[in-house]
């Protein structure tokens, strides 16, 4: 069959699961491919396809037989070559907040982390898009993860799925949601797997099934430049910037990949973006390093940059981590750098926090697998 997702990083295929192909990833046409590969009649995939998508992704169904708008005969048919499959949670933690992150492991035992955030009528859940990361931002615990693969989109997706069964939140709410917005902000960088990262969203925002707004999801980038326009115009999904310094110099070690693609070249690309707007503003996230890139000098040279952008700034206290080699500004220096970002007129909210306890907070994730790795190595070395 041709429909068997790749992944691109490697170039391997996905093993279907036991010997079955998983439907979660696939679009409503590559559904019906398979529905006529195992006989059923073309004339009538297109009907089946669209059944099957509304008990996957509105109701959130794993098994066949609980399909009941679909006949037995097919019911059966299709458990015999198909799964509707989730990936395995190897670890799911609840912080002291309310703040939920699970590891989750894919059939090839590669691992990576979600997080729900909370509010008290809503909710964010943080997506990963790659198993690692290539970019090494010193500041971020993931960063020194080395990049392993790419998520397939069905391995994106799932992560939704996971967050909703574990939540309780199918089939698709059409009021108030606990998982309100996605955040493409977990492990990996989102521009560098996007074939599969728009893949994914497309199959969240299709409105019969998951059903989430592209004003609901939020893409964070540390600045692929050629991919953000792409992106901009065939998603149109809220663009979120991993700024973090405001001259090349400082950039260039915090985010390397400001070698390849400078300041000057990304803020135009903003400038750009086909999705912003005054009322959808693009958000530049600045973690607030002590000593390092808060000061007031700091402030004004921001001010200066996002200068005719519709912009909001987020203010990122650093979130420790071992080995970290920065330490969390003060609070006296954020609330100035804050004023000052404020005073110019773009709204500059200091994040909260979140799931510390846990290690789920901004720039915190990595791998369970990973981390046992290292300790081990570690170990040995020490023995």
């Not at 967050?163 to 309100?180: K, L, Y």
């Not at 003060?330 to 979140?354: E, N, W």
């Not at 697998?369 to 300790?375: L, M, P, T, Y």
Request: proline residues 6%.
């Amino acid at each position: 069959m041709t429909i068997v997702p790749e992944y691109r990083a490697t170039g391997r295929v996905e093993r279907p699961v036991d010997g079955k192909i998983n439907l979660v990833g696939l679009t409503r046409e590559e559904i019906a491919e398979a529905l006529v590969a195992i006989g059923e009649p073309a004339r009538a995939t297109r009907m089946r396809a669209n059944q099957l998508w509304h008990w996957i992704y509105f109701r959130g169904v794993r098994d066949f037989a609980l399909m009941s708008t679909i006949s037995k005969t097919l019911q059966a048919r299709l458990a015999e070559h198909f799964v509707v499959a989730r990936p395995e949670i190897t670890s799911a933690q609840l912080s002291s907040d309310g703040t939920r992150k699970w590891l989750v492991r894919f059939p090839d035992r590669q691992e990576v982390e979600c997080v729900h955030i909370p509010e008290e009528d809503r909710g964010a859940l943080c997506v990963s898009s790659q198993v690692g990361c290539t970019l090494t931002c010193t500041f971020c615990h993931t960063g020194t993860q080395k990049l392993v693969r790419n998520l397939t989109p069905a391995e994106i997706v799932s992560q939704m799925m996971v967050a909703r069964d574990a939540i309780g939140e199918w089939p698709s709410p059409t009021g108030e949601r606990m998982i309100s917005n996605i955040v493409m902000m977990g492990m990996g960088e989102p521009l560098l797997n996007y074939e599969n990262v728009a893949k994914a969203l497309k199959i969240v925002m299709d409105g019969e099934g998951i059903a989430l707004s592209k004003r609901r999801i939020t893409l964070s980038t540390s600045g692929v430049v050629p991919m953000i326009e792409r992106c901009g115009a065939e998603l149109g999904v809220n663009l979120a910037i991993s700024l973090h310094a405001v001259n090349d110099e400082l950039r260039d070690v915090l985010v390397p990949i400001n070698r390849r693609y400078p300041i000057k070249e990304l803020l135009q690309a903003c400038r750009d973006y086909p999705a912003a707007n005054n009322a959808r503003r693009i958000t530049f996230e600045y973690v607030m390093l002590r000593d390092v890139n808060d000061s007031p000098a700091d402030a004004r040279a921001l001010v200066r940059l996002l200068d005719g952008l519709p912009a909001k700034v987020n203010l990122i206290p650093f979130n420790p981590w071992p080995g970290a080699p920065y330490d969390t500004s003060t609070h006296a220096a954020t609330k100035r750098f804050a004023d000052i970002v404020l005073d110019a007129g773009y709204s500059s909210p200091v994040r909260v926090p979140r799931g510390r306890d846990i290690m789920a907070a901004c720039g915190q994730l990595k791998s369970a697998s990973e981390k046992e790795r290292v300790s081990k190595r570690l170990a040995l070395a020490e023995g």
